[in-house]
């Protein structure tokens, strides 16, 4: 049994625990093993790499060597943070000279990155262990109508995130499958979520999310699906904002992946804190 060192992120630890609950439910479920480790911020792939990449590079390496240290790789549960650890090891590998750059900053603080590891999306990780979560699945969601929204950093750039196709992602949509729930499709499924527009300019975001959301709920989907805890966010936290801005409602649950398949799982709704959603799904709806 292969074991990870789970990098949680900062979004989800701080702001949204219960997406980790319900990710590690069903990592139990399926048998993927974690343990933790002492790291920090990714850093963000749309912050700091853009005006010190200097810095992003190391802290990135930083995260990387301590996993390193136990031989272990690391298995994330955010888009971003997969982005960036993995943007990191593809920039290293590829620039020796920075490579040295970072290793003399590391060597500081006793620690060393060789590029000994892989980093892997959590997505990808049970889209290798599908049979496993078929087999965990005991409350198939049946007549369930989804949405999926992979987001912009589990695709992109494809040369160093090596998973989905970006222009027409599948994974998502075999592990709501898994689920027993159907896969609707939509027009705008690979558009952006509008999540860091809208923290610089608000206006332009929402303009993004509104058609995003039109198009979800034009496809008669009954919840949008995602697996990166800012296009959660966005897409739960800001649709009363968006309905009073355009004056049109709008409410479509959100769930993560792996809040769907704990579902699937027989895992119970207050296990997992769905109440702690903005935007409810009444699970009574669907037999849960």
């Avoid at 892989?118 to 005991?138: E, M, Q, R, S, T």
């Amino acid at each position: 049994m292969t074991e990870y060192k789970m990098f949680e992120g900062c979004t989800i630890g701080n702001r949204i625990p219960f997406i980790e609950a319900a990710s590690r439910k069903v990592f139990d479920k399926v048998g993927i093993t974690t343990s933790s480790a002492p790291f920090s911020c990714c850093p963000d792939p749309t912050g700091m790499k853009s005006f010190d990449n200097d810095a992003w590079l190391t802290l990135g390496a930083r995260n990387l060597a301590l996993a390193e240290s136990e031989s272990m790789d690391i298995i994330s549960l955010c888009n971003g943070c997969a982005n960036t650890l993995r943007g990191v090891q593809f920039q290293l590998k590829h620039d020796s000279l920075k490579k040295g750059k970072v290793n003399a900053e590391l060597s500081k603080i006793g620690k060393n990155y060789q590029g000994s590891i892989d980093v892997k999306h959590f997505v990808d990780v049970l889209k290798d262990n599908i049979d496993k979560v078929k087999g965990a699945v005991i409350k198939p969601l049946s007549g369930l109508k989804v949405a999926v929204h992979p987001g912009c950093h589990y695709m992109r750039p494809a040369e160093w995130m090596e998973s989905d196709d970006p222009m027409r992602p599948t994974t998502l949509k075999e592990l709501v499958a898994a689920a027993g729930a159907t896969v609707v499709e939509y027009e705008e499924e690979i558009l952006c979520c509008g999540s860091a527009v809208t923290n610089a300019y608000e206006e332009h975001g929402m303009a993004n999310l509104k058609v995003k959301m039109d198009s979800v709920q034009k496809s008669g989907a009954d919840i949008l699906v995602v697996n990166c805890p800012a296009c959660f966010q966005q897409f739960d936290t800001r649709q009363r904002d968006l309905g009073k801005k355009y004056e049109t409602e709008y409410k479509v649950p959100v769930l993560y992946i792996t809040e769907l398949l704990s579902l699937a799982m027989g895992v119970g709704a207050d296990e997992i804190g769905l109440k702690f959603h903005r935007t409810r799904m009444k699970l009574e709806d669907f037999g849960l």
